[in-house]
């Protein structure tokens, strides 16, 4: 029987799963790794570390007072297609679809149909209501009375075509940004360096472009980033780093290049596997503006905590993260900044506070 309450317990009870002993499951990993080789022991550990940290019980309890949830199971059925770039890079829409009270169908990415079952398995043992709620599902889902689906843009095509009738939330690609105002210590660098290498640098929370400050020494950075040189030594990573540094050879690109990083400077927001693109500017109000006018291709923008950027970005509508934050949102940090609780609460169903 569904109970917000309860299942909220529940939470608090699986984010110390996630904390304490979710990462020392030799055999989840294992599996995880078999299914997609960039799904390494540390970037798993890492998502795991994450999602552990959003279900603390203040983070449970902050979340929930500014949601409302039904007295009873609704009967909405919900449709979710996840993305699988990260490890459970879905799981947020599943829990929020859960605790909207709504049946859950989900259609799991072929990368990553491991580790949402074995989460949502284990939710269940806490609470039962939860295998009942979500069912995972092989092929296309019929009869759906919502969506929320997530892809590139050729997948965003397709969520239109075979659901754009319904209401729905579909996301498409969307990557981070870094800007340095030159104040930086070496705790920055280093924690920037986990907002860019993070899971290869594959989610839309990785930093894929960093704006410098004339003047700047990018070797600042390079002292700071060298414990991640094992990338170079992660045989899908060091294929694209190899890739990249080919043709930009071909093409006469200039290059910075240190084994397992390649740095352009470009003026593109997406830079490749293996690849870092940066710019340099002498107007930080520029750069405000540049970037909000690509808001919608922008997930975060990292910055200096204590930095004048970071209200200036946020007076512009966009979400900005400090250094080393960027792979640890909080249960209300949305993606693409819809709220997602806001979308399925009000899908029909009167609801009233828990």
Known sequence: MYDSNKLLSSLVQLGKW??????????????????????????????????????????????????????AATGVKVGLILAGNLPLVGWHDILCSVLSGHEVHVKLSKDDAVLPKWVVAKWAEWMPYVADAVTFHDGLMQDMDAVIATGGANASRYFEAYFGHLPHLFRGPRTSVAVLDGHETGGDLDRLGDDIFAHFGMGCRSVTKVWLPKGFDLDRCFAQWVRWGHLGQHGKYANNYDYHKAVWLLNKEDMIENGFVLVKADEGLVSP????????????AAVVDLLAARADDIQVVTVRSESALAPAFQAKGMRTAGFGDNQCPRLDDYADGVNTMAFLQGLGQPSVDA
């Not at 030799?26 to 570390?49: C, H, K, P």
């Not at 596997?273 to 930080?284: A, N």
Request: aromatic content about 10%; charged content about 25%; hydrophobic content about 40%.
């Open 18 to 71: 996630f904390r304490e002993e979710a990462s020392k499951d030799a055999d989840a990993l294992r599996l995880a790794s078999a299914n997609n080789g960039w799904f390494t022991e540390e970037s798993v550990q890492l998502a795991l570390r994450s999602h552990g940290q959003a279900l603390s019980e203040e983070g449970v309890a902050a979340w929930a007072a500014n949601c409302t949830f039904p007295s």
């Open 273 to 284: 596997i293996g690849t870092l693109f940066v710019e340099r500017y002498d107007d930080p």
